[in-house]
């Protein structure tokens, strides 16, 4: 019974029948079996351990790739290298667990929704009980302030509504009733004689039987949705996952190969295993997921100086290649500040300026600006009805405008304000607003003429039947029925909420007011109102067009106000698909259609996680806002999900990726510029430390391969590898700290927004990666090559082998491989824009780090004598030999320059071709 489907169609008698109940509610012998059919109205849930969440942080090929780098390093005596490995590795582990158990905790934000107690009648007798004791068939009873316990078929409304915010999206308190609704596929925001469990009743009481408790509510069924989905892999965790996956492979067979070679040329089997070490070693990038994390966390601290606070690192970058936005309309598109747009008042229609609370803006007729007091009294007197029949207050707090009360009646006294009105009469009595009655009315001390004055305001249809006669350029004339009905038409289908305005003078002696004082009323206009697109998105959305990513509304609002605001916005509101239309779908036939749809109304939780499941099978990379509980699911199975930081529930924040601070679509486009620069500055970095790493590869495999034939090289002779394992160690671990760390401090390049979004398929290790990596690898072995041989040969050339120089020339080479990375550096700023382009001074990171690392060199040659200490194997260079050092390391730079100048002139001769 709990998965019954449409309560909200049956008549509360079939509801009791159903559920074998009674208006009298159920005993409690009743409820207590009861609890054996359907369980406690709970959520329930399942967390990992502490230490099983931990160690999967180790789940990585590029961390086992480390960890075998500090066990190798450890083997040869390496301790302070394999320490710092290791230091990295339990860093990152660390990073990832402090973003871990986002499933577990969304859940939890849900299961403290669930009320703790609750009114109930059992067999007729009321009982406070604890919810969680709710089943089926048990009696509720609502007051104003409660929180709904589970979702229930209403049989008794009294002026009844209920805050859904945090369910449906929808801004204004729902009206309930106890009629049923036999449409079918309803979404939640349009069954009106259900109230769903974790709501708030705002207004009024009620009646309602439990139909669902705990996991079969509706936020029971959000809640098993989220558990049910499994957070999506980044699109750059999976580039470098295979990116890592390549590297072993690599590295190993590389290692292997050079292990059979040196034993098949005559090596011993230690020599061969320190030389196939040190290939190992030159070929594992240390420091490459430090500097991933260090540049996604500055990726972030960029974001959040623009309202966008990311708690999962990986998701600054997955903004950079978004393809479609999936955003809700109601305080992200829009301000979720209630505003009078147009009034209609004695035959002339007026547009209002200024969007939210704050009391600015201009009233214009006719493209010409006019002042309120200048023209018919009508006019003044329609807002002044809008602003005395009412109970909402505008508050100021330090130039910021907020509404205590309605946000509909809010928007009246706003538009009172713009036109000079701020003082009201005493108010002696008032009919407040009832949903069977659709108007407000209250009465005033008059001005004068010894006469009291009533103000009504409520639906033009209700008002226009208590009206007898209009205002008219302060002439009192017959009502003009057919022409008020035209305007309040014309202001529906702008999708404006409208309300008429009328008066009547009534004499001084009477202080009280009754339903039948409203006939004979004077009618004075219409009030239209509408939460206004943020100014801001509308520049925005035209930036997401710039930059090929597609924004799509998905919304709980009415279909005609959605498309109302996609017009508006430039979103595309040729088609809009309402949550009706979805539930009678499959997903294959979403399938074909989600790409050509921009707006989404009337959905429900299950609608959203929908079409964002059908664009990612669509190859989209998506990125969902929302703030309601409903949203959770779709944020969760997103990749990236964004929730709102001022109007958000912590359900959704709980989901997400990304926290928007000041609920802005505009700051969403910011991110995204953020999230492209960070990518550009992950691939310079990878770029950079790759080839560097290549680079020390072929110098150590060259070396063996030519050891047959040069002693220099051959351990039989005396000879030995260009340089040593500890010092390719320090090699890495400068260059990923000292070097490739400037790099993220780039300033963005122009025109980030102005390019597509990435293929979300593209490799970070594709064909012109391998070209650079080809080119920087070949120049920095040949240079470690040339200033090894030039000063190492020499000591085989007298009757004693002259070890000292063969360690001098080890020195050199290792220096020069040193000073190669700093040339290629100022290279490497731009992947594609040359170096002389932007000023050496523009990243003044990149000038300290290669003063840092040339320092740190110059410390470990020329410091040993002095400390009595030499870990590294190195000897003092004579000053002469610094000349040739230089000459050998300065080609990359041009190289690498000629090449940027070559595969530009060749895409360009690629454009005219095409």
Known sequence: MQNEKSWYQLPAERVFESLESSSAGITTSEAEARHEKYGYNELKFKKRSTLIRFLMQFHSSLIYVLIVAAVITAILDLWMDATVILAVVVANAIIGFLQEGKAESSVEALEKMMTPECTVLRAGDKQVIPARKLVPGDVVLLDEGNRVPADLRLFYAKNLSADEAALTGESVPARKNEEPIQTQNLSPADQHCIAFSGTFITQGTGQGVVIATGEHTEIGRIAELMKATQKITTPLMKKIADFTRLLVIAVLTIAAINFLLAVLLGFNLESSFLASVSLAVAAIPEGLPAILTVTLALGVTAMARRNALIKRLPAAETLGCTTVICTDKTGTLTKNQMTVARIYSGGMDYQVSGVGYAPTGEFVSGNKTINPGEEGDELIETLKTGYVCNNASLVENNHEYSILGDPTEGALVVSARKAGISSHSTKLDEIPFVAEQQYMATLHEGAGENKHVIYVKGSPERVLKMCQDQLVNGNIVSLRSEEINAAADSMAGEALRVLGMAYKLVPHTQNRLKPEDLDGLTFLGLQGMMDPPREEVIGAVQKCKHAGIRVVMITGDHAQTAKAIARRLDIGEDTVLTGEELSRMSDDELYEIVDTVSVFARVAPEHKFRVTKQLQRRGNIIAVTGDGVNDAPALKAADIGIA?????????????????????????????????????????????????????????????????????????????????????????????????????????????????PRDPGEKITDSPFFKKVGIVSLVMALAGFIIYYYYGMPAFSGSVLDEDLITAAQTAAFTTVMLVHICYLFTARSITDSAFRFSPFSNKWVLIGATVTLGLQLTIIYAPPFIGINPFRTVPLPAEWWIPMILVSLPIFFIIEFEKLLTKRWKKGRQRAV
């Open 644 to 756: 709102m930081g001022i109007t958000g529930t912590e359900v959704s924040k709980e989901a997400a990726d990304m926290i928007l601070t000041d609920d802005n679509f505009a700051s969403i486009v910011s991110a995204v510029e953020e999230g492209r620069h960070v990518f550009e500055n992950i691939r310079k970095v990878i770029l950079y430390t790759l080839p560097t790493n290549g680079g020390q590869s072929l110098l150590i495999l060259g070396a063996l391969l030519l050891a047959p034939f040069i002693y220099l090289f051959n351990p039989h002779y005396g000879g030995r590898l260009p340089i040593e394992p500890v010092q390719i160690l320090w090699i890495n671990l400068i260059d990923a700290v000292a070097l490739a760390l400037p790099l993220i401090k780039e300033p963005k390049e122009n025109g980030l927004l102005e390019r597509p």
